[in-house]
């Protein structure tokens, strides 16, 4: 498959894959835009654009990836089904692939009571597998949903978000089987901080021979302090953080937890490479993208690989 993508000619090639993250500013100043690009300039394949994440509003991710794309980057367009019907969904995505647009990650999306308008109203017309079912079609076939010929293929790059740790831990690789059946060409993971149970959950994923049918990038968030070590432990949904963080992070000094938190991150870039099945890294580096370069050349993953 040639969609004209650069993660995808990564990939393709057999390089271990990194993929970088640009959260859009709650306002229109383009330069936070810029200046948060220029850190991760060189040292990932392609940039998510995140979708009013949290459900908080914010640029929206379209306009941001065309930004991108203006700069010589590569941007992962995330869509998500809370806020767009399905007319506006493919309206969208014939737009973005117009404006240069080869990536989308397809998202289900936060329910809006968890953001800062908790009173609109929640769309979810479609949600994230029937999303990728949509671009696929537009991909493969040309058409639209409703089965009207589109005029131009858009060709994109398809991925989506899994989660290893959600319950029931044992339906986790079903779900991802699912996302491979629906389309899918790859997957960024939750932020990875279990290791034993994600080797367990891509132990299963290889046996069940999805690895050779998408590629898997895992999470990483490096974690900044102890604060956001207990934070991201206990109120973030979904997540598997171990006490082995805070308990380590506790025997640090406050002004030296950052360069800890580096460091436990470069070290679970380096494990995770050594698990069989995992194409690649998802680094999520939060309001931290200038950390961005150093935790790669850390890690040994850069520089990055020249793609034709």
């Known amino acids: ?7 995808e000619k990564v990939l393709a090639a057999g390089h271990f894959a990194v993929t970088g993250e640009l ?30 994440q949290t ?32 007319i506006a969904i493919q309206s969208d995505l014939l737009g973005a692939y117009a404006l240069g647009i080869r990536n989308v990650l397809c998202l289900s999306g936060d329910h809006n009571k968890f953001g800062d308008h908790p009173q609109a109203k929640n769309v979810f017309d479609l949600d994230s597998m029937q999303l990728i079912q949509v671009v696929r079609k537009m991909r493969d076939e ?11 293929k858009a060709s994109f790059f398809i991925g989506a978000a899994v989660n290893p740790f959600g319950d029931p831990f044992d339906f986790r690789p079903i779900r991802l089987a699912k996302k491979v059946a ?20 891509m132990r299963r ?3 069940m021979g999805l690895a050779e049918k998408c590629y898997i990038l895992a999470g990483i968030t490096p974690l900044k302090s102890l604060g956001m070590a207990r934070y991201m432990a206990k109120s973030v949904p979904g997540l598997d953080v171990p006490d082995y963080y805070i308990k380590r992070l506790q025997g640090v000094p406050k002004d030296k937890q950052a360069e800890e938190g580096i460091k436990m991150a470069v070290e679970q870039i380096q ?6 099945g995992v194409a690649g890294i998802h680094l999520m580096a939060i309001e931290w993208e200038h950390k961005a370069k150093e935790i790669l050349e850390r890690a040994g993953l850069l520089p990055r690989p020249e793609v034709n």
């Open 271 to 276: 494990e995770i490479r050594e698990i069989p």
């Open 23 to 52: 959260g859009p500013p709650r306002g229109a100043d383009v330069e936070v835009i810029r200046k948060k690009a220029e850190h991760l300039r060189g040292i990932v394949d392609s940039i998510n654009v995140t979708d009013n």
């Open 182 to 201: 629906a389309g899918v060409d790859f997957v960024q993971t939750q932020c990875i901080y279990n290791m034993d149970k994600f080797k367990e959950y």
């Open 1 to 7: 498959m040639k969609v004209g993508s650069k993660l």
């Open 55 to 86: 459900s908080v509003v914010r640029m929206c991710s379209m306009a941001v990836c065309k930004l991108l794309v203006d700069m010589g980057l590569e941007p992962n367009l995330q869509m998500t089904c809370r806020d767009r019907n399905r």
């Open 142 to 152: 040309g058409k639209l949903l409703n089965g009207q010929e589109c005029e131009g």
């Open 205 to 207: 994923v290889v046996d």
